[in-house]
């Protein structure tokens, strides 16, 4: 455990001077970007440890996984990001204990949502997942139907707009794709000021999404290492 821990030490102090450097030379100021760190598929012991080093946010994108961890760190104040693609019927366990869900991406999980908030009584930021590539069925909502979801969210009792999330294309100079995401983004602040979160960059290409903008970095390998093949 005591060499975990410094494994994890190591790798996050190398993130986060990444994360320094990138914002530098992009002029901006290093804590405008929020690290959250990825943990799917590592165990809950990690995430303690990781607690322990300062870190504030985690992402996982299974909800099977995800709940059961959650249910064991109740005593960490961790904000946990939903970042994977939501079937409506795992809503409600995620309600339990997301605090931003980075992967809205139609209308019909809007409303379910909207109602698994009310039923616990709790407020949810939301990120409307944006599709970078053509590729339909990987997740994501395409730029066009930005604005109506945003205002479904406007519009929702417990459900907030924050901004927006994305995944550069494989192939694709991120910087490009990223850009992209970066005029969405702006588009949906005209009519949503409050909408400033951008969700962008991973262990590969953080620095492009600190250059085009991205606000908060969702980063596994880079912190945890390899993952181990799911089972
Ligand atoms: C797994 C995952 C990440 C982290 O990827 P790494 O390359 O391990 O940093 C970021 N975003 C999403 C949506 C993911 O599923």
Redesign the pocket.
Known sequence: MADRQQALARNLQAVRQRIAHAAESASRDPASVTLVV?T?TWPASDIRLLAQLGVQHV?E?RDQEAAPKAAQLTDLALEWHF??QLQTNKVRSVATYATVVESVDRTRLVRTLDQAALSQNRRLRCLIQVQLDSTPGRGGATPTKVPELAQQLADSQLLEVAGVMG?APLGEDPLVAFGRLADVASELRRDHPEAVIISAG???DLEAAIACGATHV?????VLGHRPPVG
């Open positions: 990825v799917k992402g994108n970042i994977g995944v991973m262990s590969g969702r980063v596994g390998s880079a």
